[in-house]
């Protein structure tokens, strides 16, 4: 998710487990904890192929494996630093939980974490929330800064922080009841629709859990869909996309390789000119709602293109794209405008 919310994350992991004895020292541990699968970034600054970069992050720095080594060196550096009488092994804990969740927490988003590196690189993706929910990380966040202000042994202050800890799980929870809930309407309609495919998945759209997105598809055809539950009486409407599998042979390379398997089933490709074609990552649904031109219904996809013998490619985006436009159309599809 956003580095806020594992900011946020880790730094109830640091409270959990050495809030009694460093008091707000602890939060700021977890937050430094919870924030460092995420310095993977720093790769994009010596390489600039973005799909290498797609590739690499939420590669080896979410690993679990990498979380049980790397807890071993930050336990030892943190014994030699701290004098308040800690226990190694709980040291060892607290990094590899404050790792380790942080991981976890990406794994319920879509983008897909490769939690078992080295063995393999499938990518765990629970697609129950957004990589953005203010509702899940405002009132996470607010309850421990107010338990902040209390002492460390102070009864109010493990109240307030519990508190947070206990109203995040509880809206995680929910969002995988509503992500049972929205699959099975999507499962129901491609039935009462007569649209046979082989594979269903259903998303968060960005910044909440009441808009979803539905990606459906066989090996000739792939759907997109949206379900809201605050417009629950609309009958779900499926856009389809022919695949064009047959074109992944023709433009076969290692980049276009990395985003076949990035995307996870859910693309398809789109001719658009002599030897050029255009890679659609749809595992997040529409940007656009109102469209069905897929240049402007999906905000980033590939060109791939034949050039001197070559298959190049370059990364392309919808240059006519709004964020206010975006946020008033997403708004108005959840039904709240």
Known sequence: MDSLTQIVLGAAVGEVLLGKK???KALLLGAIGGTLPDMDVLYNFFNDDPIRQLEVHRGYSH????HLVLAIPLMWLSVKCSNKGISKSR??????LALFTHALLDCCTTYGTQLLLPFTNYQVGFNNISVIDPLYTIPFMLLLIVGMFFKRDSATRSKFMMAGIVVSSIYMLLTFGLKY??????ANSLVENNIQTTELNSTPTILNAILWSGIAYSNDSIYTSEYSFLRSSEPIVWTGFPRNLQLLKEYDSPALRTITWFSDGNYFIYPTAKDTVLFFNIKWGRTRFDSNDPQKAFMF??????????????EMRDDNWSFSEAFDMLLT?????
Do not use: A, C, D
């Open 22 to 24: 460093l008091g707000n």
């Open 63 to 66: 690993s679990m494996f990498t």
């Open 91 to 96: 040291w060892y804990l607290f990094w590899f």
């Open 181 to 186: 809930s929205v699959h099975q309407k999507f």
């Open 301 to 314: 996809y590939w060109k791939f293109y034949k050039e001197n013998g070559q298959i190049r490619y370059s």
């Open 333 to 337: 599809r959840i039904g709240i405008k």
